[in-house]
């Protein structure tokens, strides 16, 4: 089993910035790391991904502004947001997932946080 606590939500401002972490306890061997987002009414997203080794992936609309990052001492992943816009407000979630290559959509997770809520104003 693998737990993973997220951290670092809040409230910002257009063009403030945020960073997230995902703290990951129990066996977590060689996973790879996801940040997901699920705004109100809408499907849950990938945000980005990455794997030892530092193979990552953004989707389109963070690219240039989100930066995920692992810390395999601390078992720990972190999402940096800058340049925040309120179409980024979301509950942003971790997860994990056993399989290889550099994973984008939830089925492929096998662990996932709480959720933190990230809310930008405008």
């Known amino acids: 089993q693998v737990q993973l606590v997220e951290s670092g939500g809040g409230l910002v401002q257009a063009g403030g910035s945020l960073r997230l972490s995902c703290a990951a306890s129990g066996r977590t061997g060689t996973y790879g790391m996801g940040w997901f987002r699920q705004a109100s009414g809408k499907e849950r997203e990938i945000v980005a991904a990455i794997r030892t080794g530092g193979s990552t992936f953004y989707t389109d609309s963070v690219k240039g502004r989100f930066t995920i990052s692992i810390d395999n001492a601390k078992n720990t992943v972190f999402l940096q947001m800058n340049s925040l816009k309120p179409e980024d407000t979301a509950v942003y979630y971790c997860?994990?997932?056993?399989?290889?290559?550099?994973?984008?959509?939830?089925?492929?997770?096998?662990?996932w946080g709480q959720g933190t809520q990230v809310t930008v104003s405008s």
């Open positions: 997860a994990a997932t056993r399989f290889f290559g550099v994973q984008t959509t939830p089925g492929k997770y096998n662990y």
